[in-house]
């Protein structure tokens, strides 16, 4: 189907939702994309909501502000505790469900509360052919994903983006600080801030795009996009410093393209 036809199918889904309009936002790609529709068609009717815990950056705060006031949209912060949940704490291999479920009921009843009567997730088409157990929650919540519905890939997302002038529209995909510490660790503060600390470090020197996981026993391990890797090899002796000073004893290094 033509991206041409998938955006006006987009833009009449829209548009037929009376009321007012909820979507969970995090300043991506994605979500940037559907907040923006979403205000095209039903224009001061639109809530983007921005979940804010131990699991995000306060510089991913920053970006999605930026984002929400590029885009002109309504804009809350909603704080919630994902370490004050058993079953997320706990860090097994379907966290991301028991996390989503969470975090969507919270916003179900706050759509509620505000009387907003739909609630959206920037989940697309390519998100449906992943393991993503985070899908299932949305579902059960009777969360609606329009992208998807429509059949809108990531790729047709960044191209419309671009068209639209999002500066979100080359923007690398940011999984939460969660995602970075290995199946089974049991989640902390600690570690989650020691992530926060080396990631932080690397996107002051230029690195955007790459990452510090915790693969456990005292094993830390970077991941570096090669575009990034001019950025890092120069000052590889200070992030080392700064892993062994946070406790690690061993810093495994992986590029990638």
């Not at 889904?13 to 995090?26: C, E, N, T, Y």
């Not at 199946?183 to 510090?212: K, Y």
């Amino acid at each position: 189907m033509k991206v041409e036809i998938k955006v006006q199918r987009l833009t009449d889904m829209l548009m037929d939702l009376r009321g007012g309009i909820g979507i969970g936002f995090s300043g991506g790609v994605d979500s940037s994309y559907l907040v923006y529709s979403a205000e095209r068609a039903r224009p001061g009717r639109v809530t983007a909501f921005f979940f804010y815990s131990a699991f995000i950056s306060s510089r991913e705060l920053k970006w999605a502000t930026h984002m929400a006031n590029e885009i002109g949209v309504r804009f809350h912060v909603v704080e919630w505790d994902p370490l004050g949940h058993a079953n997320i704490r706990e860090n097994s291999t379907i966290r991301c469900y028991y996390c989503k479920f969470t975090i969507y009921n919270l916003l179900v009843r706050k759509c509620k509360i505000l009387g907003l009567g739909h609630l959206l997730d920037g989940t697309q088409a390519d998100d449906l052919r992943r393991d993503r157990p985070g899908l299932k929650a949305l579902g059960q919540l009777g969360v609606r994903t329009p992208l998807a519905d429509v059949g809108l890939g990531k790729d047709e997302i960044r191209r419309l983006s671009l068209l639209a002038g999002l500066s979100s529209w080359n923007r690398e995909s940011q999984s939460c600080l969660a995602t970075r510490i290995r199946h089974g660790i049991p989640l902390s503060m600690e570690l989650l801030t020691r992530v926060d600390m080396v990631e932080g470090l690397l996107q002051r020197l230029g690195a955007m795009n790459s990452r510090f996981e915790i693969l456990g026993n005292g094993v830390g391990r970077l991941i570096i996009r090669d575009a990034d890797w001019r950025y890092v090899e120069p000052h590889m002796d200070k992030i080392k410093g700064l892993v062994f000073d946070l406790g690690f004893k061993e810093m495994k290094i992986c590029q990638i393209t």
